[in-house]
């Protein structure tokens, strides 16, 4: 309904004015809110910021970023039926350190770099609430899988303008929250 507009819009908006234009209009398939509650019947938001929360106590702020994640037909179908995520990886493309990564919300071009594309030219992506908190520069390549000390709770490419956030495998399901599953026809490479 009515209700749903804006939000789709501001989406919808991120991804046709993200660095490098990534889509046009007619590329967007469908944008869709995901589930409000998990197969528990959890409202999956609350424990978000349960965690969001507690991160804030703990380092004073919690750093959410929005963010896109790659995701296969499997991972998205998970999510839309049943509020879970199933995060496979590695995705194709750069790979910084062992963990779950995620492109800024400005950099849907990124993400896209690294997504599956179907056998009907279709790619999904998420937009996720992303809890931050501390983060530490991950070099290409690295083979972390976990914060160097306990400073840290999340990896960057670049301090000063990221192109990827790294979420370590322990708190993939605690620290991430996918908001909304982008069903995109992925743009012919040849023009």
């Known amino acids: ?22 889509f046009s209009e007619e590329n967007i398939i469908g944008i869709y809110r995901t589930p409000l509650v998990d197969q528990q019947g959890r409202a999956r938001f609350n ?32 999510m839309m ?12 493309g750069p790979v910084y350190g062992i963990g779950t990564h995620l492109a800024p919300a400005n950099c849907a071009q990124t993400c896209a770099s690294y997504s599956d594309i179907d056998e009907n030219g279709i790619m999904r992506m998420m937009l996720c609430r992303v ?3 501390n983060v530490e520069v991950v070099l290409p390549g690295s083979k972390q899988f976990q914060p160097t000390n306990e400073r840290f709770d999340s990896g960057v490419d670049d301090l000063q303008k990221p192109k990827h ?9 605690r620290h991430i929250y996918a908001e909304y599953a982008v069903v995109i026809k992925a743009p012919s490479m040849t023009n």
């Not at 703990?58 to 179908?77: F, I, Q």
């Not at 879970?84 to 990886?89: G, I, P, Q, R, Y």
């Not at 956030?165 to 399901?173: E, G, K, L, P, Q």
């Open 165 to 173: 956030y790294i979420i370590w495998d322990a708190n993939v399901h």
């Open 1 to 22: 309904g009515p209700i749903g507009q804006p939000v789709d819009s501001a989406v919808r908006k991120l991804l046709l004015e993200g660095a490098g234009q990534p």
């Open 131 to 133: 809890i931050m908190g």
């Open 47 to 78: 424990l978000f910021q349960k965690e969001l929360e507690a991160t804030k106590m703990h380092r004073g702020n919690a750093n959410v970023r929005y963010a896109w994640l790659p995701c296969s037909k499997d991972t998205m179908e998970e």
């Open 81 to 92: 039926m049943r509020g879970v995520l199933e995060v496979t990886k590695p995705m194709l």
